[in-house]
Nanobody, 125 residues
């Protein structure tokens, strides 16, 4: 039984694009917000983007991904996507999806109850 599961990572050259998918159990998808995080080797995990699935409000870590990443949702599939364009080598990290937020808004803090296993994104220069 899948609670939160990511897919879609891979290796691309700088300037390329990838789309990550996060499938969630229905009760988690509708709980409140879902978020995307990333963690590079030797660095702390950081919030990248989040979406309030009940109303579609979107949140981004503008300093990291402004204008390049887009988060979206598909209610029929209980799935959240992260479209990543104009990728840079510094975007290289393990990307995690998370569900059921318990912190303060915006939902970009490490305050989720459920986490996926992660999917690797590698951007070469």
């Amino acid at each position: 039984q899948v609670q939160v599961a990511e897919s879609g990572g891979g290796s691309v050259q700088a300037g390329g694009s990838l789309r990550l998918s996060c499938a969630a159990s229905a009760y988690l998808y509708t709980s409140n917000s879902m978020g995307w995080f990333r963690q590079a080797p030797g660095k702390e995990r950081e919030g990248v983007a989040a979406i309030y699935t009940g109303g579609g409000d979107r949140y981004y870590a503008d300093s990291l991904v402004k204008g390049r990443f887009t988060i979206s949702q598909d209610d029929a599939k209980n799935t959240v996507y992260l479209q990543m364009n104009s990728l840079k080598p510094e975007d290289t990290a393990m990307y995690y999806c998370a569900a059921e937020y318990t912190g303060r808004y915006p939902p970009l803090e490490n305050a989720y109850n459920y986490w996926g296993q992660g999917t690797q994104v590698t951007v070469s220069s």
